[in-house]
């Protein structure tokens, strides 16, 4: 995990992991009693599904970065995962990023009353 983020943000993000791993891990400690009243010994049967779901999920989802040295851009490991690769945007190389945001933007039915289109002619 320690690959997975961008190194301007790393240390933040595995704060934030930490954060989360210890409050789940808290509240999995206190369910944990509850659930195996309710379910008794099909507990562990939930418990190993899980496990397998997960596996399955860090198999496939997760971008391999065995051999990556840790100042290296992960950009481009995400840019080439089967499925994450669809989702990111290259901004150093896109120049109609910022036309394509807009665009969405502005055919919000909130946001697109403080869009001004400089195109058309303004009226004073």
């Not at 997975?4 to 933040?12: A, N």
């Not at 596996?55 to 496939?60: P, S």
Request: one cysteine or more; hydrophobic letters at 50%; proline letters at 2%.
């Amino acid at each position: 995990m320690l690959l997975l983020y961008p190194l301007e943000v790393r240390s933040c993000c595995h704060n934030l992991a930490s954060v989360v791993h210890w409050i789940l891990s808290g509240v999995i400690t206190l369910a944990f009693p509850f659930i195996v009243c309710l379910l008794k010994f099909y507990v562990f049967y939930l418990l190993a599904f899980l496990g397998v779901i997960m596996t399955l999920h860090a198999y496939y989802f997760m971008p391999n970065t065995n051999r990556m040295l840790e100042e290296e851009d992960v950009s481009k490991v995400w840019k080439q995962h089967w499925f994450w690769g669809r989702y990111f945007v290259d901004l150093e190389n896109d120049a109609t990023v910022e036309e394509d945001v807009s665009a969405v933007w502005k055919q919000h039915w909130f946001w697109r009353r403080y869009f001004v289109d400089l195109d058309s002619d303004l009226m004073f």
